[in-house]
């Protein structure tokens, strides 16, 4: 039975920082393509972050520069570093792989 639990959500200022991660199990972790995926209220979930492996990541034009999808292997776990948020990157906060998802963490910024 394959499990994705993430963790690290909250409420931050604009400006701030936040880590998110995730830890899988039931899966061959290690050859899976990870992603982060956000759905804010009103809209369709989009695609964050995505990491094949090490070095090999792709990012929503809107959080390049800002955000840094890593892994580590050995512990099962995807991380999210989310740096300078913004009101707009407000949304629940998923974890995917193997076409499975987590539970989402809620991410809210604002003044």
């Known amino acids: 039975q394959v499990q994705l639990v993430e963790s690290g959500g909250g409420s931050v200022r604009p400006g701030g920082s936040l880590r998110l991660a995730c830890v899988g199990s039931g899966i061959i972790f290690r050859l899976t393509t990870m992603g982060w995926y956000r759905q804010a209220p009103g809209k369709q979930r989009e695609l964050v972050a995505r990491?094949?492996?090490?070095?090999?990541?792709n990012y929503a034009d809107s959080v390049k520069g800002r955000f840094t999808i890593s892994r580590d292997d050995a512990k099962n776990t995807v991380y999210l570093q989310m740096n300078n948020l913004k009101p707009e990157d407000t949304a629940v906060y998923y974890c995917?792989?193997?076409?499975?998802w987590g539970q989402g963490t809620q991410v809210t910024v604002s003044s």
């Open positions: 995917a792989g193997d076409f499975n």
């Open positions: 990491i094949i492996s090490v070095g090999n990541t």
